[in-house]
């Protein structure tokens, strides 16, 4: 496809004016507003299209935002869109030519899928569940040696993500007690998009023979040090990790790491765990936290919602087992709503292998040509903040979830975990963890607004990602005469 600002304008497809360059990023590159306000105003630039072009820097794309639309690129032609637009090419870094979202559609993704979601739903759930439901007991048991604490809520929520993923990985490391254990450092580090990395992904880019040539790989020696450590320790030792009290074979899920070789036989190379390690950090540590954060916000500035799901969280006595956590319909609909307010994934695109038409289905728009591998993009957080789907959409209403009202949601217009073949392949094991960390907080505190913190949240202007400016403070009150 050919990158310049001429694109749109040839090919006769309405498009938003570019800053000159930036195209539509600039008011957040020179930290005007915040990346996802910036994508909401061009969501709203023409409110009746079903679809226009833009530019990111001088790369055009086209928005998606009919949701009919969506669903016909997402679902119905998914032989025509069969990928995301991050391909990293095999050649170049296999490492990251091994995650998911960057693989292009055929025989190794489509196995390779499945056996992720083999491992992460199902019984392989069930004994992950276990690991959060220890990692959600340790972060409360933490926070009940005082009385009312306050809480940052970047900080906290981070430290519980991570303690996760490390469980996974057999490393108990209770980063609350002990911040600066190897893996919670390790994690930061691979998911700070710090500016050497930056610069490393837009060489990547710009030429990926350079990079090979010149041996530089995304993932980087210390990295990569970790967590061929780690797994050595895992495979070979039946005995406990350093930071483990138990045996880790027993914590370890091998089966998350499993990948299909080019001859079809199943294994798990050390690359292969490397790889599927980096997957967890970039898609279960930024996402989890970050609907953490926002859950936690929200419930302490709405107290009837809190108060209820108090109640609700209450009426399941003792030891919350994986059954019963599902069967809490309004812990269901605070997720939901958590996630329809603050989708941490705030777009996602598909990728077109081959030439399509957009047919007319109103009486101005004229039958549209599009070339092979045009991008395609998807505004998830625009959608979710429209208020032709979602009235007030500012407003924190759980009850937009709830049996009744959720019939009349638009299909299409609800998608935190993405749509059709590519859709979230972690959507199940993210809500377990989401809903058992929010259970045994408020089985044992209420969320209080601190006078740290202001009401409204400000998003940063500094990063691409949905993520609050500064901290944010909030009280855990003990709710210690009540239960
Ligand atoms: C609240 C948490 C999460 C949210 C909101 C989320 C959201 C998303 C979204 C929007 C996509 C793109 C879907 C599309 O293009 O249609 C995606 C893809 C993906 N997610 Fe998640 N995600 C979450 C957690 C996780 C977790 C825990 C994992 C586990 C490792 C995971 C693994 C993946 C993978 C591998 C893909 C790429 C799938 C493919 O291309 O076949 N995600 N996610």
Request: glycine fraction near 2%.
């Amino acid at each position: 496809m050919r990158r310049s600002h001429k694109y749109w304008k040839n090919k006769k497809v309405l498009y938003v004016r570019p800053w000159p360059f930036f195209g539509f990023v600039a008011p957040t590159l020179v930290r005007y507003r915040a990346y996802p306000w910036v994508l909401q105003n061009v969501y709203n630039v023409f409110p009746e299209q079903r679809y226009f072009g833009l530019y990111q820097f001088v790369t055009p794309y086209l928005m998606i935002k009919n949701p009919d639309l969506i669903a016909t690129i997402a679902i119905n032609d998914v032989e025509t869109f069969p990928c995301h637009r991050t391909k990293i090419d095999p050649e170049s870094d296999p490492i990251y030519a091994k995650l998911l979202f960057s693989m292009k559609a055929g025989e190794q993704w489509k196995e390779s899928r499945e056996i992720l979601k083999l491992a992460l739903s199902g019984n392989k759930l069930k004994n992950s569940f276990r690991l959060m439901q220890e990692c959600s007991k340790d972060f409360v048991n933490y926070f009940s040696k005082e009385g009312t604490v306050e809480v940052e809520l970047k900080d906290v929520s981070a430290k519980f993500a991570n303690d996760v993923i490390a469980a996974v990985f057999g490393y108990k490391c209770n980063s609350l007690e002990n911040p600066s254990n190897d893996f919670y450092l390790t994690t930061k580090y691979v998911t700070e998009f710090h500016f050497l990395r930056a610069i490393k992904f837009f060489l990547y880019k710009l030429s990926p023979r350079m990079m090979k040539f010149f041996k530089f790989s995304l993932v980087d020696n210390r990295t990569r040090l970790f967590f061929h450590r780690l797994i050595q320790k895992n495979r070979l030792s039946q005995n406990s990790l350093n930071f483990s009290k138990r045996p880790c074979s027993e914590n370890f899920n091998e089966d998350c790491f499993l990948v299909k070789n080019n001859n079809g036989k199943l294994e798990n190379s050390d690359d292969d765990i490397l790889a599927q390690a980096i997957q967890f950090l970039f898609f279960d540590f930024k996402t989890i936290s970050t609907v953490l954060l926002f859950a936690m916000y929200e419930i302490s500035q709405n107290i009837k919602v809190q108060e209820k799901l108090i109640c609700e969280i209450d009426k399941v006595r003792k030891e919350v087992s994986y059954e019963s956590l599902a069967g809490i319909e309004y812990l269901d609909m605070v997720v939901a709503e958590t996630l329809r307010k603050w989708p941490p994934t705030i777009t996602t695109d598909r990728k077109s292998e081959k030439p399509f038409t957009i047919e007319p289905t109103k009486p101005w728009e004229e039958t549209q040509k599009f070339d092979a591998e045009t991008l395609c993009l998807i505004p998830i957080f625009a959608l979710h903040r429209d208020p032709k789907y979602f009235p007030n959409p500012d407003v924190f209403d759980p009850e937009r979830f709830n049996a009744q009202n959720k019939k009349h949601i638009k299909p299409f217009t609800y998608i935190p975990f993405g749509v059709g073949a590519r859709n979230c392949v972690g959507s199940e094991f993210a809500l377990i963890q989401i809903k058992i960390f929010l259970f045994n907080l408020l089985s044992r505190f209420r969320l209080v607004k601190s006078d740290k913190s202001k009401d409204v949240i400000t998003l940063s202007k500094t990063v691409f990602r949905l993520v609050p400016e500064g901290r944010v403070w909030i009280k855990f009150e003990p709710r210690r005469n009540e239960v």
